[in-house]
């Protein structure tokens, strides 16, 4: 790669003026002829464009702008992307990232492709592929100009539209004659996308949404009824579709140093089909949902749906990063000081809620992570908890065991409570070896500790719903009083849900009624339309936290990750909206009704990919950003209880167990 | 066009009989929310389809029921001839399931009871006798009452069938 030096042109001055003006069009004209001049002998700058931005992590506020170039020297094509000095957002980021990401002087002799992401909503993206393989970071258009970008770089280089991707531009690609000959016939089209001339705007916010706004029309080309519907929506003054994109404009272009390294990684794999992977990744998509396919098949189902205002596909490529393999035995040791103590809990949940945990480390993790044991314990301190609550537990187990059967005669609550523990412990997860046959100790154990926890709690007490929450629990603790201690920090975050007044899982169907609302107005539009606002249908999926739903390793997998509370303590409802949009191209389509709709939930009971939905609650997670967690009224489980704060709100009742 | 609609009749099962939805419903972990499942039903030489609804038998779950419920056809309620407080509890789910669904003429709503497991230890360890029942039935605007053992399928088929007939008797007649 040629290293040219090229001087950082950009002073102070220069970014308050083009934070100030705002028009590119202006800045284009007036600081490219100053700037030309400094240029080396010979080199004309052919483009140029401000604000031009890289997210080196995800969060919104550590950005570092530059300024892009296209510079010709010598019949030769050149791109630099030079940050702007002091202008970093973030203290964080050192002048060390910033040399790191600064694209000196790239000839486009070393460029093979560029793919061109001009989202529905949010900032218009390039990605650089070099010939080596090696991919830069996206680059964001805060204020447009991607389809200028790309006609000035087709005046100068060979560029053609990939026959098969057709945001992705082939530069000097002389190798297949027919697939050139074929992409030329596209290229009047890429030229008149082209030429348009921008609308000459005053603000550098308006100039964002007046791109957005033909990439809409753009995206959607060919159906004129779903673009109309699309201008409609998004006409309205209040309409959440438009707030939502207003929030995306913000946020949407946190590309992290991970996706960074992910996209060079992907490129490096296999740099022959460097885009073929993400065409991979959304067949994986459609091969779990058959609804998931593009607009044209839709239309053919009997109802038109209504667009995804967020486009969840696009949306999790863009935010919801790759799973990680799950956290080993090694790795775990890291995040160990010598005694045990776990030396950085955010980091360690961070890395859980990307990959979750290896099984064998589960016992070890959960306890920490389900807060039975401290981050700061030692080793030492972990075992003399261990042994304490031990003997605490059998005192409380003693209380029940204590009663004899005369007692019994006489305690009707007593044995109603026993007996339903009875009866659902013996159709808990007996299709697993581990609870399976007849008089496996394993299911003594479910009972016992779900009796004592009703002793432990008596005004909680036994409620349906509780042994699937305790099932992979003993699974994992292979230890009854482990178990049960684990279980009570469990229902410490969802001991609501199982209130007399269902207080809980209330407030979190609401909260599911908001988001959806926020993320997905045509959909919640929809429920509205049948009476399903009620989110009476996730009800199995919130109150046993999606174990119904998964194969058991995956119920364990999505658990460790939501305890973590990385981004939200309520994960959960975003994956619930996950699922709905993933699914609202059926749900639609058909028209269902509350009560098919109700079948068609519960029936997708082991159909559900766990990774691909925690990337895309993920996406939703943050893209939602603050205005979801205002969807979500304070205290919703599984928030830990305030200090002080009540525990539960039982009422006591004597006519109900 | 009517006629095709009233084919689906929409029945909900309620009561703390326990295993009712072994046999019923062939699952067997606890309905946690509520999950139907549909029965082929003749009658009168017409078929139908049962959709009958299970839902947590839980108490403190019953305020789901306002969702559950609505445009329910008929109301079986289920109670286990071994244990009183399991027939005491009719009248809770009777009125708790008027109150929810709310149906138009709550006082002719079709309620069928069924008193089930009549199979275990021989009968002998029953203690809510037919007469009792009947009575209570008797009371609540003559409730056709059938016996049933889930487990062994006795009188399910015959129990069907009168929810059918009950399920239909609220429908207007131009459907016939």
């Not at chain 1, 999790?316 to 393999?325: D, E, F, H, I, T």
């Not at chain 1, 659902?424 to 399976?436: N, P």
């Not at chain 1, 003594?444 to 008596?458: A, K, M």
């Not at chain 1, 390793?553 to 409802?573: G, K």
Request: glycine share 6%; with cysteine; charged share 25%.
């Amino acid at each position: 790669m040629q290293e040219t030096e090229i001087h950082d042109l950009s002073d102070d001055a220069d970014y308050a003026a083009s934070q100030q003006q705002g028009s590119a069009s202006m800045m284009r004209c007036e600081s490219g002829k100053r700037s030309s001049s400094n240029e080396p002998e010979g080199a004309e700058v052919v483009y140029m464009k401000d604000n031009v931005t890289i997210h080196p992590t995800q969060f919104a506020s550590e950005r570092i702008s530059g300024r892009l170039k296209l510079i010709k020297q010598s019949s030769s094509l050149f791109m630099t992307w030079i940050p702007y000095k002091g202008q970093s957002t973030n203290a964080r980021l050192s002048e060390k990232d910033m040399n790191l990401y600064t694209i000196r002087a790239v000839p486009f002799a070393d460029v093979r492709s560029i793919r061109r992401h001009t989202p529905a909503f949010g900032w218009q993206y390039i990605i650089v592929v070099l010939s080596s393989g090696l991919a830069f970071p996206p680059l964001y258009f805060y204020n447009g100009g991607v389809r200028e970008f790309l006609a000035t770089v087709k005046q100068h280089v060979v560029l053609l539209r990939s026959a098969e991707h057709a945001n992705v531009f082939l530069v000097n690609d002389f190798q297949n004659p027919l697939q050139r000959t074929l992409s030329s016939l596209e290229l009047p089209r890429a030229v008149s996308l082209s030429i348009v001339p921008s609308t000459p705007v005053s603000g550098g916010e308006s100039a964002s949404q007046e791109n957005g706004e033909r990439t809409d029309v753009d995206v959607l080309d060919g159906s004129p009824s779903i673009r109309q519907f699309y201008r409609r929506e998004r006409q309205k003054v209040h309409d959440p579709a438009r707030d939502i994109s207003m929030q995306l404009l913000e946020k949407f272009s946190l590309v992290t140093k991970f996706a960074r390294e992910a996209t060079s990684q992907l490129f490096w794999e296999t740099p022959s089909n460097a885009f073929s992977l993400f065409e991979r990744g959304s067949s994986n998509l459609s091969a779990i949902d058959s609804s998931q396919k593009p607009r044209d098949d839709v239309l053919e189902l009997p109802v038109p749906v209504p667009p995804d205002p967020l486009e969840l596909d696009k949306l999790s490529l863009a935010w919801g990063k790759p799973r990680q393999p799950p956290l080993g035995l090694e790795e775990w040791a890291t995040f160990l000081d010598s005694e045990g103590r776990v030396v950085d809990s955010k980091a360690l949940r961070k890395r859980i809620f990307y990959g979750g945990v290896e099984h064998k480390l589960r016992k070890e993790v959960w306890e920490v992570l389900l807060g039975y044991q401290s981050y700061e314990s030692t080793y030492a301190e972990k075992e003399y908890q261990r042994s304490n609550r031990k003997t605490e537990y059998e005192i409380i187990k003693n209380q029940w065991q204590s009663i004899s059967p005369e007692q019994e005669k006489r305690f009707t609550k007593f044995r109603e409570r026993k007996g339903l523990i009875e009866k659902d412990v013996v159709r808990t997860d007996r299709s697993i070896s581990f609870y399976g046959g007849d008089g496996n100790a394993n299911l003594s154990f479910l009972h016992n500790v779900l009796l004592t926890y009703s002793f432990y709690n008596f005004d909680l007490g036994y409620c349906q719903g509780m042994s699937d929450l305790l099932s992979p629990i003993l699974f994992v603790m292979e230890d009854e009083s482990e178990s049960f201690w684990c279980f009570v920090a469990l229902m410490e975050r969802l001991g609501p849900n199982f209130n007399r007044d269902q207080n809980g899982m209330h407030s979190q169907l609401f909260a599911l009624s908001k988001l959806v609302e926020l993320l997905d107005a045509p959909l919640h539009n929809y429920f509205k339309q049948k009476d399903c606002l009620n989110y009476f249908i996730c009800f199995r999926w919130i109150l046993l936290q999606f174990k119904r739903e998964l194969e058991y390793d995956q119920t364990m997998r999505l658990w460790e990750v939501l305890w973590t509370h990385h981004f939200s303590e309520h994960l959960h409802l975003y994956v619930c909206v996950a699922l709905l949009k993933r699914y609202r191209g059926k749900i639609i389509g058909e028209q269902m009704e509350f009560d098919t709709l109700l079948k068609f939930i519960n029936e997708l009971s082991g159909h559900i990919d766990i990774d691909v939905t925690l990337r895309d609650a993920e996406a939703l997670c943050l893209c939602a950003g603050e205005n979801g967690s205002a969807c979500i009224p304070p205290g919703t489980p599984p928030s830990l209880p305030r200090e002080g704060g009540f525990l539960f709100n039982s009422e006591l009742d004597d006519t109900v167990l | 066009m009517a006629s095709c609609r009233r084919m689906l009749l929409k029945v909900i099962i309620l009561g703390n009989s326990g295993y009712v939805n072994r046999k019923f419903s062939n699952q067997y972990k606890a309905t946690i929310g509520a999950d139907f499942l549909t029965k082929e039903v003749q009658y009168e030489d017409r078929l139908f389809t049962l959709q009958i609804w299970d839902t947590a038998g839980q108490e403190r779950f019953q305020s789901l029921g306002v969702a559950f419920y609505r445009g329910a056809d008929c109301c079986v309620l289920v109670y286990d001839v071994n244990v009183m407080k399991s027939f005491d509890n009719l009248n809770n789910w009777r009125e708790e399931f008027l109150i929810q669904a709310s149906p138009s003429d709550p006082e002719n709503f079709p309620f069928v009871v069924l008193g089930n497991k009549v199979d275990v230890d021989g009968g002998n360890s029953r203690v809510v006798s037919e007469k009792k029942v009947k009575a209570w039935c008797a009371s609540k605007g003559n409730i056709p009452y059938f016996e049933t053992s889930a487990k062994e399928g006795f009188n399910v088929d015959a129990a069907f069938e009168c929810i059918t007939k009950n399920a239909l008797k609220n429908e207007p007649e131009e459907e016939m």
